[in-house]
């Protein structure tokens, strides 16, 4: 413990010391960085820290790619990179997108290498399309690494840019740090070989490791069977479609009286894109689009709690949050994530949900994984300064995994706005996306660690921490090895040379 005291202390130096010199030593142009980006990094200690810690701690090296990174920032406009700035025909393609999680509960982010070809024409389109996808993500799930999967099935040289890949890469080398897991090529084509060669000298030391080739059969080591499509050899059967963004995996929790299910909501159809002939660098490949499944309003409780409530049996044996985020209109508990395990003791959780807002809040819990939980209250509001209480419980015989996600949702309603479930389900229908507060939970199966008498509880921050500590131990643990391999190696030489003087004296005797 004293050796990571020590460690965290200087590693805060480090962000003090690397904020102040950037402050001084690269801001002096006011217009060469986005200001929004600069104030992000003088207020956010984990981003800093991130850009260190993929830069071994050197503090100039971390400058270096935060300047890097700025200037790539800026000429690309992330911060005001929207949905409706991509040509709506890229998104159409499927030929990127965000779905599903690999086996450490990693989001993947697929590319269907047979649906690109190259053309100057687009290049720029595409890079800012795959920019807009990673800035949507970093904001959702901020901490949280991305699995990249190039889906080579069917490709050929034809669809091998270069220029583009390098780009890709250098936005997790350099633009996004600490945000690659890992990067696999499915089913790459022989002939695509020396291409690969190529792009590995591309990737530096701390990147090298995270590349991973698999074929159909050894793709199941890295993503669960659920999340793979069916050329794979998975169960998955998501098939892309647009509209709208196929990256949001949530959906209402299973409840008592089981779905219903509902057409869609017409949508009107927007004209076609301009520049058609541009389609063909991305060759589309969706899907119809398919029904949605909308759980009644009436099944799911629309029960607000008050303080005579708490006592509700319901929340008996739930796990009790010992950690807050503290949002704009409500106050989450717990602030990072939800635990389960196997015992019956462990297989509630409770999210409390208190009002700081000056008006009525409706909130609604939303999962990836609606068949193995059930939420109670899954959409209801709050009265300002009130506090509600959600049980979060595993039906049947499920296990929770890393892979499963919880989302609450929330924002202020109108005065004297109606509370039951019609006036909810229109307001969610009315309401503007900017206007709704949102926050995320990761889930973790405590039995996984108590099989081995702990149980780990901490952030992502502080586990990259420990890793960190983990690395320099082993990294000077090596350092010994080398030092005692080279003293043996003298002494043997000394004993060497010992013998051959005695040799030689023996032998002029």
Same mark, same amino acid.
């Given at each position: 413990m004293a050796n990571l005291s020590l460690l965290q202390q200087d590693i805060e130096k480090k962000i003090e010391e690397t904020k102040q010199k950037f402050k001084n030593e690269y801001v002096q142009e006011?217009?060469?960085y986005d200001s929004r980006d600069v104030d992000r990094l003088q207020k956010d200690d984990a981003l800093v820290e991130a850009y260190l810690t993929w830069r071994q701690y050197s503090v100039d090296d971390a400058l270096k790619m935060i300047d890097d990174s700025f200037l790539w920032r800026k000429e690309f406009g992330l911060n005001d990179l929207t949905e409706s700035s991509i040509p709506k025909w890229m998104f159409e393609t499927g030929a990127v997108f965000l779905h599903g999680y690999d086996k450490e509960g990693n989001k993947l982010f697929w590319f269907k290498v047979k649906l690109h070809t190259k053309d100057a024409k687009t290049? &720029?389109?595409k890079k800012k399309y795959v920019a807009f996808w990673l800035e949507r993500y970093a904001k959702r799930e901020p901490g949280m690494p991305l699995t990249v999967v190039f889906d080579m099935a069917d490709s050929g040289i034809s669809n091998i840019d270069m220029d583009f890949v390098k780009y890709i890469i250098n936005c997790f080398k350099v633009y996004y740090p600490k945000f690659l897991s890992k990067m696999i090529i499915v089913d790459m084509p022989w002939i695509m070989n020396a291409a690969w060669k190529i792009v590995k000298t591309w990737l530096g030391p701390e990147a090298i490791s995270k590349l991973k080739f698999a074929s159909k059969n050894e793709i199941q080591t890295f993503i669960d069977p659920e999340y793979l499509p069916l050329h794979m050899g998975g169960m998955d059967p998501f098939k892309y479609s647009y509209p709208p963004l196929p990256d949001d995996d949530f959906q209402t929790p299973t409840c008592e009286n089981g779905p219903i299910v509902s057409e869609d909501d017409n949508e009107s159809k927007e004209?076609?894109?301009e520049g058609k002939e541009l389609e063909s660098s991305f060759s589309s490949e969706v899907a119809v689009k398919p029904k949605k499944v909308y759980f009644s309003e009436e099944s799911l409780s629309s029960l607000k709690l008050d303080d005579n409530d708490k006592g509700d049996c +319901?929340?008996?044996? =739930?796990r009790k949050p010992l950690t807050t985020f503290k949002g704009p209109l409500l106050n989450v508990s717990p602030a990072e994530e939800l635990s389960f395990g196997t015992k019956e003791s462990e297989r509630k959780c409770l999210i409390i949900l208190d009002n700081v807002s000056k008006n009525q809040v409706a909130f609604k819990v939303r999962t990836t994984a609606p068949e193995k939980y059930r939420v109670k209250p899954s959409n209801s509001s709050c009265e300002p300064g009130a506090s509600v209480d959600i049980v979060v419980s595993l039906h049947g015989?499920?296990?929770?995994?890393?892979?499963d996600r919880f989302l609450v949702m =929330?924002?202020?309603m109108e005065q004297n706005a109606g509370a039951g479930s019609p006036e909810l389900a229109q307001f969610w229908k009315d309401v503007p996306k900017t206007k709704i507060m949102d926050h995320r939970y990761t889930t973790i199966n405590v039995s996984s660690w108590t099989g081995m008498g702990i149980l780990i509880k901490c952030s992502p921050l502080q586990l990259m921490r420990? &890793?960190?500590?983990?690395? +320099?131990?082993e990294q000077k643990l090596d350092q010994c090895l080398w030092v005692q391999q080279v003293l043996i190696g003298l002494v043997l030489v000394v004993m060497m040379f010992s013998f051959l003087t005695l040799y030689h004296l023996s032998g002029a005797s």
């Open positions: 006011s217009d060469k290049i &720029m389109d004209g076609e894109s +319901r929340t008996k044996g =739930a015989g499920y296990q929770a995994s890393l892979q =929330a924002a202020e420990v &890793m960190v500590c983990n690395a +320099r131990l």
